[in-house]
């Protein structure tokens, strides 16, 4: 690695040296030549410091400094498309994006701004190839979120699609300048054909999108035969046009994919074999692909032997690791071991089958170390058939570094973390750490990672700690760091039972040491984010405002996460300031709350630019989390509003995304009196959620709508107490009188509030819908709407209905805490109505306070019953007696309940002091 940085480092001064001489054509040739040169060895560390040199250098010719940003979207683009770290992929077409779009802003009638629409449509299909790789990774089980993942690949080439015919348009324009004759020799003619292969390559790459959705779903199914169909018709066109052209025998071999794919295999095979015979140069890119097509053909057709010969035939003649470790070489390896393995019949004796075995899986442990579509394929293969690891601690002992390695790399790919940690030890031993440390810092650093992923954190960390303390000039030694951050984080949640205030301080610690020593690094920014979630979680919002601002903001996803953060915490430390009270505390809190949006702000438009999809989970919760800040600060248009696009792109399903967003929206049409359009929204959620899901969305919309009708009473507003009574009148109304999606929830609930606003005829009505048209409604739930049914009879003061059916329900469960209160209340409703005396009331009361006298924790039912209680004595003339019973109460429990109970009985103690004192003064 030091020899090669050191051989391109001085090609690139050299080259350097050369742009400095003369801004000419040439130089901007020989500056793109070895851009290019760079790019295709992988070598993107060094193209892009090169590209950083061209930046700085004041001698650089214009034309060069202005594409700058393109060639490093492209650079990010390229290495996207060839890393095997999904993390890294994304991060890498995050930050390819910003470039590309940061260069079709600002140079859109640049000559190269076409090439960069096609770009941005590439970077589109390396999305969409993202979510299918993850999709694979998703267990089968996990249907709704495997689906998820390839429902944002077909968004993501649907936009793909759309940008390559608008790129397609720009190209056609480009070509059409030119003259239909030019004669030989012309520098135009270069130019001529470059614009001509450019358009034929993005009318390719269209078509091929359609061939890539069809991935998407499964084979045989009507999505996948149309979009085959549509495919195929694209590339016979294409072929017809440009059939002398690279394009035009791309398409031709697209066609045979598709051919393949419908079952046609004579007509696909025909067609591999006429390219394969080709012998020019120039398609050797193009007949690795071919090839790899050929061998599925092969395969399907039962042709193993000869797949195999030409799976091995293709790994001869590509044979670089750049195009082994491919998608198509992937492919090739996992086609090998199948159809070795499809031969097993035929072999001799056992020692020939062990032999055709051993090869299988010795191609299938190598497509495991990959992300890649067949990763999954050629896992099943190893747990089917891979030989018995080494069985003892003497036959580990015995391989080199080398060959501990290579196990140790195919043991990690099968996820045999016990094997490749002992694998690991051995390399380490062999690599003689005292000596040569840097040689024994890989497998250390690989040990680190399957002790993690082997759930033994406190080993993981230990090595981690080595690594980033003794060595932190080690080129993994910020990943090492990452890797102790989440060894500390997953210990305090999985070992809850022990000392997690030391796995928290520990976790702390290393970040707060990662931040130090690594602070122009990804580990870096993620201590940081760590730093800012551990003081948010505590409520300690100024330090994790500071550490997520820290966070660089050529961090790419971890800016944009630590942008989303810190809106969150800024929102948070609003409202404890306004907590405090104070005109200066309200004053910062103000300010909190426009920076919190802000922060939300430009994490959106960064996601945005970036292309993210809008069904993407985090995008939606970014609008999700602006909506609530603007739904609470009384700005309910913008609110519904910024949630307006996500609403539209999410699809209805049991998903996060989908109820957070609905949940929004349900939130923001009751805050601004769209009553139809919030019982829409309800309707919504029921058909997805389950049940625990719906109660308490209604228990909190319930709760949301009584804290505003609480904050009206309290400041004394009563024309608002009435507007925010009537609103929320009309919305239960409007539940109720719903013709389809209720369900015994949503009414149960629409009830128990009617009877709270003191309507007990619509409540009634109500619980009666219920208990007459709702089916297969559980027995508990049939008697909590028959005690709420006694309620709205007695406030509507129907004693004999009430009486009736109360007695039903005692004979069922005559010992209900909950049935002895609603008799409490019952003949204290009877004595204000002069019907019983408030003796009789109160005698119920002192019953039920004295059937709970023993428990050892008191629920509320008991203060509220002697308050009752004490209510009845006081309406029956006994003053004295019932201040008595409130304060014995009070003295005897510290906090009766919760303060709403105390706040209660204060209130009847204040009324009958009043009273005496007012009989008092008439005595006088």
């Not at 993107?44 to 700085?56: H, I, P, V, W």
């Amino acid at each position: 690695m030091l020899r090669r940085g050191f051989l391109w480092g001085a090609v690139l001064a050299v080259t350097l040296a050369g742009l400095t001489t003369a801004a000419r054509a040439e130089d901007m040739r020989t500056a793109d030549e070895f851009l290019r040169g760079l790019r295709e060895r992988g070598y993107f560390d060094l193209a892009s410091e090169f590209l950083e040199e061209l930046r700085t250098n004041k001698e650089t010719p214009g034309d060069i400094k202005a594409t700058i940003d393109y060639e490093q979207g492209r650079l990010l683009l390229e290495e996207a498309a060839k890393t095997g770290d999904l993390v890294r992929k994304k991060e890498l077409l995050d930050q390819a994006r910003g470039k590309i779009a940061q260069f079709v802003a600002q140079h859109g009638k640049h000559k190269a701004a076409s090439e960069a629409a096609v770009q941005l449509a590439r970077l589109l299909v390396e999305r969409g190839h993202l979510a299918m790789l993850n999709a694979e990774e998703i267990d089968d089980k996990e249907k709704a979120e495997k689906e998820a993942k390839l429902k944002e690949a077909r968004t993501s080439f649907d936009e793909a699609r759309e940008a390559y015919s608008k790129a397609e348009v720009q190209l056609e324009a480009n070509f059409k300048t030119f003259p239909n004759f030019i004669p030989a020799g012309d520098p135009r003619v270069e130019e001529r054909d470059k614009a001509h292969n450019a358009l034929m390559d993005a009318q390719l790459q269209k078509a091929v999108v359609d061939y890539e959705q069809g991935e998407t779903y499964p084979l045989g199914s009507p999505e996948r035969t149309e979009l085959l169909k549509k495919s195929l018709a694209q590339f016979e066109e294409l072929y017809k046009k440009y059939r002398t052209q690279m394009s035009g025998l791309a398409a031709q071999m697209w066609q045979a994919k598709c051919y393949e794919e419908m079952g046609e295999l004579n007509k696909a095979a025909g067609i591999y074999k006429q390219l394969l015979e080709h012998t020019d140069p120039r398609l050797r890119g193009l007949q690795r692909f071919v090839l790899f097509f050929q061998i599925i053909t092969e395969r399907k057709r039962e042709q193993y032997a000869l797949a195999a010969d030409d799976c091995n035939r293709w790994l001869q003649r590509f044979n670089s690791p750049a195009e082994r470790h491919s998608r198509e070489g992937l492919g090739v390896l996992l086609e090998k071991s199948k159809n070795i393995l499809a031969q097993l019949k035929t072999a001799l004796n056992e020692a020939e089958k062990k032999q055709m075995i051993d090869a299988a899986v010795e191609s299938a442990r190598e497509v495991v170390r990959y992300s890649s579509p067949w990763k999954k394929e050629a896992l099943g293969i190893l747990k089917q058939y891979r030989p018995k690891s080494p069985s003892s601690v003497e036959d580990v002992s015995r391989l080199s570094f080398d060959d501990a390695m290579t196990g140790a790399d195919q043991a990690i790919g099968a996820k045999e973390w016990d094997n490749a940690i002992a694998l690991l030890k051995q390399a380490v031993k062999k690599a003689n750490p005292a000596k040569e440390p840097d040689k024994a810092n890989l497998p250390r650093y690989q040990l680190a990672f399957c002790y993690f992923m082997n759930k033994q954190f406190y080993e993981a960390f230990a090595i981690c700690d080595l690594l980033t303390h003794r060595y932190p000039n080690y080129s993994m030694s910020p990943k090492a760091a990452e890797i102790a951050m989440a060894c500390m984080a997953d210990a305090y949640n999985t070992y809850v039972d022990f000392d997690r205030k030391a796995d928290l301080d520990g976790l702390i610690a290393t970040a707060k040491f990662t931040e130090e020593r690594f602070p122009d690094t990804e580990s870096g920014d993620q201590a940081r984010l760590i730093l800012g979630q551990i003081n948010d979680g505590l409520g300690n919002y100024p330090e994790a405002i500071r550490a997520y601002e820290a966070v660089r903001s050529k961090a790419g996803s971890k800016w944009v996460e630590a942008q989303t953060k810190v809106g969150s915490s800024r929102w948070s430390y609003s409202q404890e300031l306004r907590q405090k009270g104070g005109a200066e505390s309200i004053k910062e809190a103000d300010a909190e709350v426009e920076k919190a949006l802000a922060n939300l702000k430009k994490a959106m438009a960064a996601r945005q630019e970036a292309g993210t999809p809008a069904t993407d989970a985090a995008l939606i919760n970014n609008a999700c989390d602006m909506f609530d800040i603007y739904l609470n600060t009384n700005r309910t248009k913008e609110a519904l509003d910024i949630i307006a696009p996500s609403v539209k792109a999410v699809t209805a399903g049991n998903t996060q995304p989908y109820k957070r967003v609905m949940e929004c929206q349900l939130r923001g049409h009751i805050a601004g009196d769209q009553i139809e359009l919030a019982l829409t929204d309800m309707a919504a959620l029921e058909k997805v959620g389950g049940s625990a899901g719906l109660v308490q969305l209604y228990y909190g919309l319930g709760k949301l709508i009584e804290k505003e009708m609480e904050e009206k009473k309290a400041k004394g507003d009563t024309a608002g107490l009435g507007a925010a009574q009537q609103k929320f009148l009309k919305f239960l109304r409007a539940v109720a009188a719903a013709q389809g999606g209720q369900t015994y929830e949503s009414l149960e609930w629409a009830g128990e509030n009617m009877l709270k606003l003191g309507e007990p005829k619509q409540a009634g009505e109500i619980f009666n819908k219920i208990l007459t048209e709702l089916k297969d409604v559980p027995a508990d739930k049939l008697f909590r709407t028959n005690l709420r049914m006694v309620a709205a009879y007695r406030e509507q003061r129907e004693w004999k209905e009430a009486d009736t059916l109360f007695d039903k329900l005692l004979a069922q469960s005559p010992k209900s805490i909950e049935v002895l209160f609603e008799l409490g209340m019952l003949k204290e409703a009877k004595a204000a109505a002069n019907q019983i005396k408030w003796a009789e009331a109160c005698n119920q009361w002192i019953h039920l306070g004295r059937l709970m006298q023993s428990m050892r924790v008191k629920p509320p039912e008991y203060y509220d019953s002697n308050y009752h209680a004490a209510y009845c004595l006081y309406k029956g003339g006994d003053k004295e007696k019932a201040l008595q019973t409130l304060k014995v109460v009070m003295k005897l429990s510290r906090d009766l309940g919760g303060p709403e109970m105390r706040k209660k009985y204060q209130l009847l103690i204040d009324q009958i002091q009043r009273d005496s004192r007012q009989v008092t003064q008439s005595a006088k």
